[in-house]
């Protein structure tokens, strides 16, 4: 199967054209006040038209209620939900009965006891993204630019995809994928020059890095 790359966070119609230019399979919209890189209803509506069906469009959001679910469904119509808070196994269930989309559930990482969460999720979700668990005093669940150990993935056994994500940039993604074998990767800070500030250059570089690993693993296996 091919690898997923998603690039999240993106705020502005140059930086998504770039994305969706270089290739990603998925473009992420972020929906949390907190964060550098929360987007009005009014931008995701016209970020999400200019996606042309190009990309998915993935709409992150954090323990959010059914009124905030409503606006974003109205605004972007998200292809996929990416629930990045505390959201429960029946939170996964009523999200995808209600609104009819797949949901990528973000499992924050930091010991191997974090994964014991996963045969809960993965009766529901359809996605599970690892990535770094923040620290108590943080403003946000994620976005923060940080990794976790990629080892405590090694030996997974999960019957569903995941991605893996947390402090991913050009120059350690392969080695991320190498070590997780993830089915595909997300990045927010590693493509931006300062927070909720993409950078058109660190996009392409990160695509171009992950779809590196795809292309030397494909050659490996027709020789
Ligand atoms: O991007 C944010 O601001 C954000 C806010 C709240 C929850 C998650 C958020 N981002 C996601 O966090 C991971 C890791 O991001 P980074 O590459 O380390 O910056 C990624 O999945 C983002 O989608």
Not at 8 to 30: H, K, N
Not at 112 to 130: E, K, Q, W
Not at 169 to 196: F, M
Request: aromatic fraction near 4%; proline fraction near 6%; charge should be neutral.
């Amino acid at each position: 199967m091919s690898l997923l790359v998603k690039i999240c966070g993106l705020s502005t119609r140059e930086t998504l054209q770039t994305a969706l230019d270089a290739g990603a399979d998925m473009v992420g919209f972020v929906f949390f006040p907190p964060s550098p890189r929360h987007l009005s209803l009014e931008l995701g509506r016209d970020l999400g038209r200019q996606v042309k069906q190009r990309a998915l469009k993935v709409a992150l959001t954090v323990d959010a209620d059914d009124a905030t679910l409503d606006n974003i469904m109205d605004a972007l119509s998200p292809d996929i939900f990416q629930l990045h808070g505390k959201e429960s196994v029946a939170r996964l269930r009523d999200i995808k009965q209600k609104y009819g989309r797949p949901v990528m559930k973000a499992v924050p990482v930091a010991t191997a006891a974090d994964l014991a969460v996963l045969p809960g999720y993965a009766a529901v979700a359809d996605r599970i993204l690892f990535d770094a668990r923040a620290p108590k005093d943080a403003t946000r669940p994620g976005g923060l630019g940080a990794p976790f150990d990629w080892h405590l993935l090694e030996n997974l056994d999960l019957k569903l995809p995941y991605m893996v994500s947390g402090g991913l940039h050009a120059d350690n993604v392969a080695e991320a994928l190498r070590v997780t074998g993830a089915g595909g990767v997300d990045v927010s800070s590693g493509v931006e020059s300062a927070p909720g500030v993409k950078d058109p250059e660190m996009i392409k570089a990160f695509i171009r890095a992950a779809r590196a690993t795809q292309d030397a693993s494909q050659e490996l296996s027709v020789r």
